[in-house]
């Protein structure tokens, strides 16, 4: 199973970038997705979470600018950023709880981070 994150990039401050992370491999489910972030001497924070059945919830900095969503049918999770703040600046993280048979239990895997910068 691997998580391949895209999307990020250098944008200015109040602008928009949208993530995505698609999981591929031998899937059998994907409960929760989410991403985390992780600036430079700090250390990683979740960002966002969204659960199968769409239960989500958002860090307090980013409520009302980031929207989480998923489309199953893609194994695919986004992370839409809207009015983006220098503090924003980190390497974004995709972390999904994937089952690969019905019997197993989920493990966590993660992507391999794509880099969001804002200027100002």
């Known amino acids: 199973v691997q998580l391949q994150a895209s999307g990020g990039g250098l944008v200015q401050a109040g602008g928009s970038l949208r993530l995505s992370c698609a999981a591929s491999g031998s899937i059998f489910s994907i409960n929760v997705m989410a991403w985390y972030r992780q600036a430079p001497g700090k250390q990683r924070e979740l960002v966002a979470v969204?659960?199968?059945?769409?239960?989500?919830n958002y860090a307090d900095s980013v409520k009302g600018r980031f929207t989480i969503s998923r489309d199953n049918a893609k194994n695919t999770v986004y992370l839409q950023m809207n009015s983006l703040k220098l503090e924003d600046t980190a390497v974004y993280y995709c972390n999904a709880d994937i089952k690969t048979k019905l019997r197993l239990p989920p493990q966590h895997y993660w992507g391999q981070g794509t880099q969001v910068t804002v200027s100002s």
């Open positions: 969204i659960t199968s059945d769409t239960r989500i």
